[in-house]
């Protein structure tokens, strides 16, 4: 059983800048991929960034190439979205999902995933 914990939403001005954290515990398989998602009332859950830990490979979504960035903590366990230059549109609840062998391409179809996170609100305002 993977437990995922999302952490770091919050409020921020446009332009600004949040890193959301997502904690992983129950892994056992040698490589996963893991995939953030956001959604907002009334919409379809949207993925915008996956790693592959087995490679590192990482994959964005249009709608946020060049400002946002996926990791992996050197413990392996933790994973992160560094969120920048983040605008209204951005204004969503993040989740963290986790897929214990493969996806199809690209890695942003939320129903590949398998655990996912409670999620954590992402308010950008003035």
């Known amino acids: 059983q993977v437990d995922l914990l999302e952490s770091g939403g919050g409020l921020v001005q446009p332009g600004g800048s949040l890193r959301l954290s997502c904690a992983a515990s129950g892994i056992t398989a040698l490589s996963v991929v893991v995939g953030w998602f956001r959604q907002v009332p009334g919409k379809e859950r949207e993925g915008v960034a996956a790693i592959y830990t087995g490679g590192r490979r990482t994959y964005y979504s249009d709608s946020v190439k060049g400002r946002f960035a996926v990791s992996q903590g050197n413990d392996k366990n933790t994973f992160y979205l560094q969120m920048n230059d983040l605008k209204p549109e951005d204004t969503a609840v993040y989740y963290c999902?986790?897929?214990?062998?493969?996806?199809?391409?690209?890695?942003?179809?939320?129903?590949?995933?398998?655990?996912w996170g409670q999620g954590t609100q992402v308010t950008v305002s003035s």
């Open positions: 999902a986790l897929q214990e062998g493969a996806v199809r391409e690209p890695p942003l179809q939320a129903d590949d995933y398998f655990y």
